[in-house]
Nanobody
Framework: QVQLVESGGGLVQAGGSLRLSCAAS????????MGWFRQAPGKEREFVAAISRGGLNTYYADSVKGRFTISRDNAKNTVYLQMNSLKPEDTAVYYCAADRLVGVSAREASYDYWGQGTQVTVSS
């Protein structure tokens, strides 16, 4: 079965950095666009970033543009989210997701598979 397993979350001070990883199995990874979403306490889940199948196209939420970078390694079936200049408002559970459609999407409904999430906490 398809599994997406996130790792790399933790506690970091404001201004710090973290790199999240999402390892995929049970699917042909290069056939899927990948996305990162996050959900803060008491809020709805929101789009963070997405990357196309081959990695050439990326798309970011305005709130993270210039601070976060999404990338992928199709040989390792892994997608990454490098997060720099972290702010307390970035505190959330971060989820990766896989989308079999061509292109990149910010819509949750586009994604077919989801990981369990990893907690990121940014202290002020």
């Amino acid at each position: 079965q398809v599994q997406l397993v996130e790792s790399g979350g933790g506690l970091v001070q404001a201004g710090g950095s973290l790199r999240l990883s999402c390892a995929a199995s049970g699917l042909t990874f290069s056939n899927y666009a990948m996305g990162w979403f996050r959900q803060a306490p008491g809020k709805e889940r929101e789009f963070v970033a997405a990357i196309s199948r081959g990695g050439l196209n990326t798309y970011y939420a305005d709130s993270v543009k210039g601070r976060f970078t999404i990338s992928r390694d199709n040989a390792k079936n892994t997608v990454y989210l490098q997060m720099n200049s972290l702010k307390p408002e970035d505190t959330a559970v971060y989820y990766c997701a896989a989308d079999r459609l061509v292109g990149v999407s910010a819509r949750e409904a586009s994604y077919d598979y989801w990981g369990q999430g990893t907690q990121v906490t940014v202290s002020s």
